[in-house]
T-cell receptor, first 116, second 112 residues
Framework: AQTVTQSQPEMSVQEAETVTLSCTYD???????LFWYKQPPSRQMILVIR??????QNATENRFSVNFQKAAKSFSLKISDSQLGDAAMYFC?????????????FGKGTKLSVIP | AAGVIQSPRHLIKEKRETATLKCYPI?????VYWYQQGPGQDPQFLIS???????DKGSIPDRFSAQQFSDYHSELNMSSLELGDSALYFC???????????FGPGTRLTVL
């Protein structure tokens, strides 16, 4: 079974600074997707960024970028120019590709605080 | 753009009662997923449907059942409710099983 590990239960960052959230995963599959979801106090699950495992290029979405290291099974999220609205719980998630189930497997989450 | 709709948004039940949660996917989406997020926990997959057929099953208790109807909406039926069933229940939908899942706002179930 696939597992996703987020080793940082809580992180904090100064406004306008950069922060990196860590995620590692374990899978025997070669084809899969990785995601970062943001869950603000409203509890809505918001997709921040996604990465296809077959793509070597790291995904970027405005101030959000990932460092995907397939061999190391590592998938970290970098938030640049942090804003107060970035404060939330961040979940790393895995989804296999190919035949079979397509449910998301989540890590335990990292609570990010942004200090004004 | 239309989003996933879940109803009710909040539900309070007593132990041993029954609850029904509803999910209306984004128009034309044919796949629905249900997740349960306990307090301070990560979301856990319960069950999914593709084209009105159950496609996968996760950690769903036998007391729970679900189905997807001809209009693609889905209902999660929960019986003999226990205190531990108190959680946020998310529905997500996608166009095809391979594509991105869009989450609804969740239904917060409190069992007293």
């Amino acid at each position: 079974a696939q597992t996703v590990t987020q080793s940082q239960p809580e992180m904090s960052v100064q406004e306008a600074e950069t922060v990196t959230l860590s995620c590692t995963y374990d899978t025997s599959e070669s084809d899969y997707y990785l995601f970062w979801y943001k869950q603000p106090p409203s509890r809505q699950m918001i997709l921040v960024i996604r990465q296809e495992a077959y793509k070597q290029q790291n995904a970027t979405e405005n101030r959000f970028s990932v460092n995907f290291q397939k061999a190391a099974k590592s998938f970290s999220l970098k938030i640049s120019d942090s804003q107060l609205g970035d404060a939330a719980m961040y979940f790393c998630a895995y989804r296999r590709e190919g035949a079979g189930s397509y449910q998301l497997t989540f890590g335990k989450g990292t609570k990010l605080s942004v200090i004004p | 753009a239309a989003g996933v709709i879940q109803s009710p948004r909040h539900l309070i039940k007593e132990k041993r009662e029954t609850a029904t949660l509803k999910c209306y996917p984004i128009p034309r989406h044919d796949t629905v997923y249900w997740y349960q997020q306990g307090p301070g926990q990560d979301p856990q997959f319960l069950i999914s449907f593709y084209e009105k057929m159950q496609s996968d099953k996760g950690s769903i208790p036998d007391r729970f059942s679900a189905q997807q109807f001809s209009d693609y909406h889905s209902e999660l039926n929960m019986s003999s409710l226990e205190l531990g069933d108190s959680a946020l229940y998310f529905c997500a939908s996608s166009l095809g099983r391979h594509n991105e899942q869009f989450f609804g706002p969740g239904t917060r179930l409190t069992v007293l």
